[in-house]
């Protein structure tokens, strides 16, 4: 069956560019998550939606981090005026609410120049 | 969100099992344990959670000890497919998120 979807699986930018990294949850999924993935470290948590609502936001780095899923289904994660500490892979995931597994795709790979 | 604790790096030969360790001196009684691994070049990948029993599953077993301060993941056969990195979460009932720590990085020796 399919899974998380993510586009596209590697992305350059020039910084001070603005890049937007999509995410294809598993249909039927209420709970939307995107990570941000340093190489070597484990993935940090940065914006959570149920359906089209940001519950959280609480992990965005900087006001230059907007997240949206306007029809509660695919989202978009925004990144402006590229910083090359932004570089790392884009982690989304989804799931049905509560204790339950988390779905994750195989990220965006995001490098600045 | 309470801690947990693992050790940087194990090794272990194929075919045999597996004993990967988590400390969670704090847990409180909402939080749910959660291991997920992560393969080279891919996302992260549930494996398996409990409260407080122990659980079996396809692919892995969950050892809890009775004060919940630790946990064991167990691989019974290890193969070479199972290198990955893998961690150990605490995950509040009333908490859709998880937050990933640093994790284990399992080699596995053929």
């Known amino acids: 069956g399919a899974g998380v979807s993510q586009s596209p699986r590697y992305k350059v930018a020039k910084r001070g560019q603005d890049v937007a990294l999509r995410c294809d949850p598993i249909?039927?999924?209420?709970?939307l998550f995107w990570y941000q993935q340093a190489l070597g470290q484990g993935p940090e948590f940065l914006t959570y939606?149920?359906?089209?609502?940001?519950?959280?936001k609480s992990g965005l780095p900087s006001d230059r981090f907007f997240a949206e899923r306007p029809e509660g289904s695919v989202s978009t994660l925004k990144i402006q005026r590229t910083q090359q500490e932004d570089s790392a892979v884009y982690l989304c995931?989804?799931?049905?609410?509560?204790?339950?597994?988390?779905?994750f795709g195989n990220g965006t790979r995001l490098t600045v120049t | 969100d309470a801690k947990t604790t693992q050790p940087n790096s194990m090794e272990s030969n194929e075919e045999e099992p597996v004993h990967l360790p988590c400390n969670h001196s704090?847990?409180?009684?909402?939080?749910?344990i959660h291991w997920y691994r992560q393969l080279p070049s891919q996302g992260p990948e549930y494996v398996i959670h409990?409260?407080?029993s122990n659980v079996n599953n396809r692919m892995a077993s969950l050892a809890i000890a009775e004060d919940r301060k630790s946990s064991t993941l167990i691989l019974h056969r290890a193969t070479l497919r199972d290198a990955a990195v893998y961690y150990c979460?605490?995950?509040?009932?009333?908490?859709?998120?998880?937050?990933f720590g640093k994790g284990t990085r399992l080699h596995i020796l053929p």
């Open positions: 995931a989804s799931s049905h609410r509560g204790v339950v597994p988390l779905h």
């Open positions: 979460i605490l995950r509040d009932i009333r908490d859709d998120k998880i937050i």
């Open positions: 249909s039927g999924h209420v709970s």
């Open positions: 939606f149920q359906n089209e609502a940001q519950l959280d």
């Open positions: 704090t847990i409180s009684g909402t939080d749910y």
């Open positions: 409990g409260l407080t």
